[in-house]
């Protein structure tokens, strides 16, 4: 089974007319180039949504509209006016848990979402199985998978969740080619879209692409482990959130615990909370060598600083006089310990912590000792990752993997 992507852009295209915004405008020279409405035609038959320009958008990727024998909405009913080429078929839309078989072969299910659309299970005569999804749409009530898809196609930009959904019913594994398609100027422009969707799992192609479904592709796997640097405000957290976005289980340890009494920090906290995923569990702990030790869900620690703290303040390391007697040499067993529970577990975890240093020298003894041991359990827990990130301004930039 072929799928061709007439187009992989969000409903209004990607850029959008006279719009200045960044995404727009890179993407004009990006080597995807720029972006039509996504429509899909299926092995030159079944043609899923109806976007301005779809005949010449078929003629420049080498194919024609003159073999569709049926044509299928995906958009909401009062979704974006539809334009039928001539000589195809009237539109229509499966009602949702009912099937279309085509004379050609091809099985058509209908998939309910979670907002206003309908999504496709396309089967081909070889057996091929693909979804595809309309713009911010996740299935709903995803039940355990037979067999994973050999293509899905999904809006991975708003909708990353959905992701997380068909991985934890097994309709996504290993081998599934997951593609990016109603990509508009909400996303980031090229190569950190790129960046960001290979952090997930996913891919982006152009205009004119046409998938094979079974066909091998090199899509880089989600690192095991990943350490999220920055300073205060840079965009660090977020970014640590995002590479785990596309996971349904994510159990989130926060290191901060409660202050009782501080508004300010339960604000803190409670924003935080609130742009987690619902399905996300928290816990409140230091104690992260027995979550590393053993087999579970992802993981997600903010911040290793706070740890360090925690672990400073109970060695005693703020009174110089036990710091120099036993508490440097605690520390750094305590950090040894972390360093090989993060070295030897079997879990996808994303930690995230503060980078510190670069700006004046701490005026006190006990701040330029906090500052050098966050400093060498940086590195301690970088050098023991596949993944590193400093972000800085909210832009990610990659030093290791």
Sequence with gaps: MELTLLGTGGPEGLPLPDCPCASCAGAIGDRDGPRAATAVLVDGVLLLDLTPGLAFAAARSGHSLGGVRQALLSHPHDGPAVEIPVGLPAPGRVPDGQELTLLTGHRVRAVP?????????????DGMLALYLPPGCAPAGVQEAAAPYNVVLFDAVDRPDALGRLRAAGAVGPTTDVVAVHIDHSAPPGAELRRRLAALGVRAVPDGTTLVAGDYHDVPDVPRRTLVLGGARS????????????????LYVATGGTREGDQEWARRVALHRDRRPGTWATQETCDLVPLLAVD???????????????????????????????????LHARVA?????????????????????????????SGRRFRDELGRLNAAVAGESEQVLLVVAGQAVSLRG
């Design 296 to 330: 579970g869900p992802p993981l997600l620690i903010d911040c290793l600083a706070l740890w360090l703290t925690s672990a400073m303040d109970s060695v005693g390391a703020w009174d110089d006089e036990k710091w120099s007697s036993s508490g440097e040499r605690e």
């Design 235 to 250: 965009g660090k957290s977020a970014e640590a959130e995002r590479r785990l976005a596309a996971f349904s289980d994510v």
């Design 113 to 125: 979402t979670d907002a206003p659309g309908t999504g496709y299970e396309i089967e081909g005569p």
């Design 337 to 365: 310990e972390l360093t090989a529970a993060w070295r030897g577990t079997r879990r996808t975890v994303v930690a995230v912590s503060n980078e510190v240093g670069s700006g004046v020298v701490p005026g006190t003894a």
